[in-house]
């Protein structure tokens, strides 16, 4: 599954560049893992004559979708605990379960299931928050995806670590270890404002910048976060978290659904990016965000999953459509969060929250192969009128048929439904999460 240089030609070519650029009847030269040509499919230059040939000729060609919110461990707790409110299924179901079986083995496995979940649907990178990064790191690796690893901190011990100080001190020297791994970057991840003291938030404010890590957390899920905040400290968590100097230009805010006019101006102001999780926030009850709003203040705004536990898919077409539904609804517009906005969400929007704008999210002469084929030639993709438009609100994983990591078919599906995943067999991973089954019910 692995050429180091080849041709892609495709029905569309959908680029997510900053024009909006729809291409038909192109093709796209990758060498080295990176794109180094598009051009129009009868102009190949002589100089790759002899390249091969991967034939998309019923396809759209998009940009690796960017998971910008995930825990990907929890793939082993799909519908382990399901239909409840956050703090009784955290505090009742999920933390129980983790403190009973959460080790390095138990992240490396949920991990595997996440990528070959994430794979097969096209997402190429993941921003990840959870315990044992580096039982993370070694499963992404294995499956070729490329991801943001969060170094979870926390007040209270777990399985991973006893303290605060533990935390980031474990969390960094995964990143002192995989720092110069070119498909690896790295984040400080305080779980949320109701698990992290002031001091530590202080202390990840300043090591984050010494460092020039991110900082990925939680924020304004729910009106009982708010509250509780109101209640402990006399002020919203925004507020808190800006006067603690958490809230910047490299922060990642999830969920984010409860956040008033002046919120998104403060967050606007401060150049920080929301994680939008609609399919999670709808499962666990949490509310609406208010995502147009937030895109109309100058907000970046890119789209995540959650884990499985509170989903309970990975998948990033499922999230595409239910946020651009969402926002329809919310602002009584059907104008609200067109076809192509979501896209953005999903692919530049949440590159750029990363910080890889400059390598991934559109598909540009110069970039990283992160690339995505979806077959829009079936009976419930036709007619095609517009293929931004069957892409939000037609298509579905089901219909990806290669996806390719740094320019190394990582995932394809034959025309007879067969997946293959250049790191693993299917059957490997069936065992995998079967053996977990028996361990957990």
């Given amino acids: 599954m692995v050429d180091t240089q080849y041709i892609i030609k495709a029905r569309w070519l959908v680029t997510v560049d900053t024009q909006h650029t729809l291409l038909e009847q192109h093709a796209v030269l990758v060498k080295g893992g990176e794109i180094v040509a598009i051009v129009p499919k009868t102009e190949i230059p002589e100089w790759a004559s002899g390249w091969p040939v991967v034939d998309c000729s019923q396809h759209a060609l998009i940009p690796g979708l960017i998971n910008l919110h995930a825990h990907s461990s929890m793939n082993l707790l799909k519908g382990y605990a399901d239909d409840l409110a956050l703090m009784p299924w955290l505090n009742e179901h999920i933390w129980p379960v983790e403190r009973k079986w959460v080790s390095t083995s138990f992240v490396h496995d949920g991990s595997l299931l996440a990528c070959a979940e994430m794979l097969s649907g096209g997402v190429t990178t993941f921003n990840d928050m959870y315990f044992f990064p580096q039982a993370t790191i070694e499963a992404l690796k294995r499956l070729g995806m490329r991801a943001n690893i969060g170094l979870t901190v926390l007040e209270f011990p777990t399985n991973y670590a006893a303290t605060a100080g533990d935390y980031i001190r474990l969390g960094t020297e995964v990143r002192d270890?995989?720092?110069?791994?070119?498909?690896?970057?790295?984040?400080?991840?305080?779980?949320?404002?109701?698990?992290?003291?002031?001091?530590?938030f202080e202390q990840?404010?300043?090591?984050?910048?010494?460092?020039?890590?991110?900082?990925?957390?939680?924020?304004?899920?729910?009106?009982?976060?708010?509250q509780q905040s109101l209640e402990q400290f006399g002020v919203r968590p925004l507020q808190r978290l800006l006067a603690l100097g958490v809230i910047g230009p490299n922060s990642v805010l999830a969920h984010g659904v409860h956040l008033d006019a002046n919120e998104l101006e403060t967050l606007s102001i401060q150049g920080a990016h929301l994680?939008?999780?609609?399919?999670?926030?709808?499962?666990?009850?949490?509310?609406?965000?208010?995502?147009?709003?937030?895109?109309?203040?100058?907000?970046?705004?890119?789209?995540?999953?959650?884990?499985a536990a509170s989903n309970n898919r990975v998948?990033?077409?499922?999230?595409?459509?239910?946020?651009?539904?969402?926002?329809?609804?919310?602002d009584q517009n059907a104008e609200s969060l067109p076809a192509y906005q979501a896209l953005e969400m999903a692919t530049m929007r949440g590159a750029r929250a990363l910080g890889l704008q400059d390598k991934l999210g559109s598909i540009e002469v110069g970039k990283q192969a992160d690339l995505v084929a979806v077959k829009l030639n079936d009976l419930n993709s036709l007619p095609c009128f517009d293929p931004v438009s069957h892409l939000v609100?037609?298509?579905?994983?089901?219909?990806?048929?290669h996806t390719w990591v740094?320019?190394?078919?990582?995932?394809?599906?034959q025309d007879d439904g067969q997946a293959t995943f250049a790191g693993i067999e299917t059957e490997e991973l069936r065992s995998i999460a079967l053996q977990w089954q028996l361990k957990l019910q």
Wanted: proline fraction near 4%; hydrophobic fraction near 40%.
């Fill in 177 to 200: 270890q995989y720092k110069s791994d070119k498909n690896i970057s790295f984040s400080f991840a305080p779980h949320a404002p109701y698990t992290v003291s002031n001091q530590t």
């Fill in 204 to 226: 990840i404010a300043t090591l984050s910048e010494q460092l020039n890590l991110g900082i990925h957390t939680h924020l304004h899920e729910t009106q009982a976060e708010i």
């Fill in 275 to 307: 994680a939008h999780c609609p399919c999670s926030n709808l499962k666990l009850a949490s509310g609406i965000a208010p995502v147009a709003a937030a895109l109309r203040a100058g907000i970046n705004v890119g789209l995540g999953t959650d884990g």
């Fill in 315 to 330: 998948d990033l077409w499922q999230e595409m459509r239910t946020a651009a539904l969402l926002s329809k609804v919310a």
């Fill in 393 to 401: 609100y037609v298509a579905s994983r089901e219909q990806v048929t």
């Fill in 406 to 413: 740094d320019g190394r078919l990582c995932y394809q599906r």
